[in-house]
């Protein structure tokens, strides 16, 4: 007998997912700008740390995190029993949706946004309420909180947002404070945070730390810190309430021990990562400054991505690209069907990504999106 999933005892809501996407190893050659990692090596203490840490994989990692959750507390100021580390910051966004989702409930988000937001919710049988962004690809606030309903249990807020680059101002993290009723969790993706901080963007941490309603932020190892490989995140909770409701449903060694002693060594190196964040902060705008010139719209972004709408379908502007040796990603929504996602790499091959876009059709005159 041939077994198909109709055939398993599996939860009625799978029948309505997808797999995720298959993702090859890169091919040698390939300048890979698609997946928004940072281009550049994790500092040299990092790769000595985990060197050291190679010969202790016989053992579990610490299950409460306990040599690298102090030094997070101690450099943000929030107590460790509010620190919460997952298997990358995607793993932080399946335990929120564990914690708070369940039929019948929804999470309210923007579209496009960061795809796991929504699919995290949908895979715990929650619905989604996806608010489009604005014009200039910053979160319709208004729209957002208006979508909250009384089965809202998680707000999420991407800052930066990915794939629109928009950070959230401090007006605006206010105002959701004040709006957003106690029973939706502010949730506060900041992946791509460092590289707005960069550039005088807020630190919603800073800002929440003293609200009493429930919140988290989230941030991540992947992107500033070049270890997207190793697969840490972290999220600073409210309270140490909210951390419980985290830690009762993640695994419990969900931290390899590799992957403990490379955040602790990348996280006490500051300096390293501050100057690549602001290496790429200037690659970024020397090339959108570039695609600004080829006459394609080219949305302002605060991370370490651009999004190009062009004259041409996304998707064969990917081929394209991918033909001349540039992996770029393109956008699954309403609305974004002629853009690309290109992840600011370096000088070299942010110049050849360029050459090659400068290839593609010329530009159309700029379409207002409906
Ligand atoms: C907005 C956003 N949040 C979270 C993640 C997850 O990152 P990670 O699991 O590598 O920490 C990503 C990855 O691209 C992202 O773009």
Redesign the pocket.
């Known amino acids: 007998m041939t077994e198909s999933l109709d055939d398993l005892p599996i939860r009625p809501v799978l029948k309505s997912l997808v797999n995720p996407p298959v993702f090859k190893p890169v091919p040698p050659g390939v300048r890979f700008m698609q997946?928004?990692?940072c281009a550049w090596p994790p500092s040299p203490k990092v790769t000595a740390a985990i060197a050291a840490a190679a010969g202790q994989v016989n053992r579990y990692g610490d299950s409460h995190w306990s040599r690298l959750a102090p030094v997070i507390a101690a450099r943000s100021g929030v107590a460790q029993d509010r620190i919460v580390c997952?298997?990358?910051?995607?793993?932080?966004?399946t335990l929120a949706s564990t914690a708070f989702i369940e039929p019948g409930r929804n999470v309210v988000v923007s579209t496009p946004?960061?795809p796991?937001?929504g699919g995290a919710s949908r895979i715990a049988g929650g619905a989604v309420k996806a608010v489009p962004v604005k014009d200039d690809g910053a979160h319709d606030i208004e729209g957002l909180l208006a979508a909250v309903d009384g089965d809202t249990r998680l707000f999420w807020l991407?800052s930066?947002?990915?794939?629109t680059g928009a950070d959230v101002s401090a007006a605006e993290l206010a105002h959701i404070v004040r709006s957003l009723p106690q029973h939706a969790v502010l949730a506060v993706?900041e992946?791509?945070g460092e590289f707005a901080r960069a550039a005088g963007g807020i630190d919603a941490l800073e800002h929440l730390k003293g609200q009493t309603r429930p919140w988290f932020v989230?941030?991540?190892?992947?992107?500033a810190y070049g270890m997207?490989g190793l697969?840490?995140?972290y999220g600073f909770m409210s309270s140490p309430a909210l951390a419980e409701a985290f830690h009762r449903v993640r695994n419990t060694f969900n931290l390899n021990i590799v992957a403990q002693a490379a955040a602790l060594a990348a996280f006490e190196d500051q300096d390293y990562m501050w100057a690549r964040v602001r290496e790429c902060v200037a690659e970024r705008e020397r090339l959108r400054a570039r695609v600004d010139g080829l006459g394609l719209r080219c949305l302002k972004s605060a991370?370490n991505f651009l999004l190009i709408e062009l004259p041409m379908d996304g998707a064969a502007a990917q081929a394209a690209l991918r033909q001349q040796g540039i992996a770029v990603s393109t956008v699954k929504a309403p609305g974004f069907e002629r853009h690309i996602r290109v992840t600011i790499s370096g000088p070299d091959d942010n110049d050849a990504f360029f050459a090659a876009l400068a290839t593609l059709a010329a530009p159309a005159p700029r379409a207002a999106r409906a």
Do not use: H, Q, W
Request: no cysteine; glycine share 12%; net charge positive.
């Open positions: 997946f928004n990692e997952g298997n990358g910051s995607a793993e932080l966004i946004s960061f796991r937001l991407t930066p947002n990915n794939p993706d992946a791509y989230m941030r991540t190892f992947s992107k997207a697969r840490v995140g991370g």
